[in-house]
C-alpha cells in the first residue's frame, strides 16, 4: 500500500459504560478521532451475564472490540459473581464468532474505606471478592480468548492506593497510565486491523528494559517525507551506561570491611544497541532528532502521520506512533 492517504479499514468499538472504563479509554473524543475507528457505542454499565443476554438476544452489535469491566459483577450475589468468568468466556465466544475481540478491566483490590483490612474476619469484604475474582479470571481469560486490561497491577504502579479516590475509581496518574494499558492491548491483539492510529503521531524513544534510558541515535534508516511500513526499521538507538551488578569472589564481605567502604559488589558498563521498527504504515513526517542527536527514553525523535506531506508540528501529535524493538547483534 503506497497511497497518499493511508486506507485504514473502519471498525467500531462497543464500551460497557462501567465507571473505570469511562473515566480511562472511554473518556469524551478519546477514540471518536481515531483514523481507523468508524463508531464508537456506549451501552450503561452492565454485569456479565445481562452483557451475555443482550448480546444472545441480538439487542446489542458486538462490533470489533468490546470493552467491559468486572466491577458490576463485585456487587452481584455469590452465585452471580461466581458465574462472572464463565459468563465473560461466553461472551469472548460470541465475539470470536462476529471475529472480534473481548476487552475485560479488571479492579483495583485498594479500598480506601478498608484501613484495617480485616481479611480474615471479612470474609466477603471488597478486597476479598475482588482478588478471588481477579485470580479466577487470570487462570481463565488465555484459554477462553478474554483480554484483560490489568487496572490492579497498573494502579500498583504509579500510586497505589492514592490513585484511588473511592473503591472501584481512578484519578490522576493512573487514570492515563490505565488509559495507554488498554489503548496498547487492542493496538497488539490486532483486533482493529491496524493501530489505534490518530492522523498526527509521536514517534517516541522506547525503553527496552529499566535500566535502558540515555543514550545517542546512530542511525536514521528512513528519509523524512517517506512512507513506511508495519515492521520497517526506523532508527537506531545506542543506549548508554547500562549497570549490571555482580558479585565479587575475592572482596571483603565482613562487616569491618564494609564499615570501611569496601564493597562485594561491582559495576559493569557497556553500550547497548536496539532498532526502533515501525507497528503501523505511516509516514514519517518531521525528523525532530538527528542522527547523533542526544535522546532519553521518553524523547519524541519524529513526527508520523497517515497523510503525505501534512503541514504539522510536535504539539499536533494526539497519541503515540506504535513500534516495536529489535535488539542490534
Do not use: C
Amino acid at each position: 500500500m503506497r497511497t497518499d492517504d493511508l486506507d485504514i479499514r473502519q471498525s467500531r468499538i462497543t464500551l460497557v459504560g462501567s465507571p473505570d472504563v469511562l473515566a480511562t479509554i472511554g473518556r469524551s473524543g478519546l477514540l471518536d478521532t481515531r483514523a481507523e475507528i468508524d463508531e464508537v457505542d456506549r451501552v450503561d454499565s452492565l454485569r456479565s451475564d445481562e452483557l451475555l443476554a443482550r448480546l444472545n438476544n441480538k439487542e446489542l452489535e458486538p462490533g470489533r472490540v468490546l470493552i467491559t469491566s468486572l466491577y458490576p459483577d463485585l456487587f452481584a450475589g455469590g452465585d452471580a459473581l461466581d458465574r462472572t468468568v464463565a459468563n465473560l468466556a461466553a461472551v469472548a465466544s460470541v465475539m470470536s464468532e462476529h471475529k472480534g475481540q473481548l476487552f475485560v478491566f479488571n479492579v483495583s483490590t485498594y479500598d480506601p474505606a478498608d484501613t484495617v483490612h480485616r481479611y480474615g474476619s471479612e470474609a466477603d469484604g471488597f478486597a476479598v471478592r475482588t482478588q478471588r475474582l481477579l485470580m479466577d479470571l487470570e487462570n481463565k481469560a488465555g484459554k477462553a480468548g478474554i483480554n484483560v486490561i490489568d487496572v490492579d497491577a497498573a494502579v500498583a504502579e504509579v500510586g497505589g492506593i492514592e490513585t484511588v479516590p473511592q473503591r472501584g475509581a481512578l484519578s490522576g496518574a493512573a487514570i492515563d497510565f490505565v488509559t495507554d494499558e488498554a489503548i496498547l492491548a487492542i493496538d497488539q491483539t490486532g483486533a482493529l486491523a491496524g493501530s489505534i492510529q490518530a492522523p498526527v503521531m509521536r514517534l517516541v524513544v522506547p525503553s527496552f528494559d529499566r535500566r535502558t534510558s540515555v543514550g545517542a541515535i546512530s542511525k536514521w534508516h528512513v528519509a523524512q517525507g517517506a512512507m513506511v511500513s508495519e515492521g520497517d526499521p526506523l532508527f537506531d538507538v545506542r543506549f548508554e551506561s547500562r549497570v549490571h551488578r555482580f558479585d565479587l569472589e575475592d572482596g571483603d564481605k565482613s562487616a569491618k570491611g564494609r564499615k570501611a567502604g569496601k564493597s562485594n559488589k561491582a559495576q559493569r558498563f557497556w553500550n547497548f544497541d536496539i532498532t526502533v521498527v515501525a507497528g503501523a504504515d505511516a509516514y514519517l513526517n518531521r525528523v525532530l532528532v538527528e542522527e547523533s542527536g542526544r535522546v532519553t527514553a521518553g524523547d519524541t525523535a519524529a513526527v508520523m502521520t497517515t497523510g503525505r506531506g501534512m503541514n504539522v508540528s510536535a504539539s499536533d501529535a494526539a497519541a503515540d506512533f506504535r513500534v516495536g524493538v529489535r535488539v542490534m547483534e
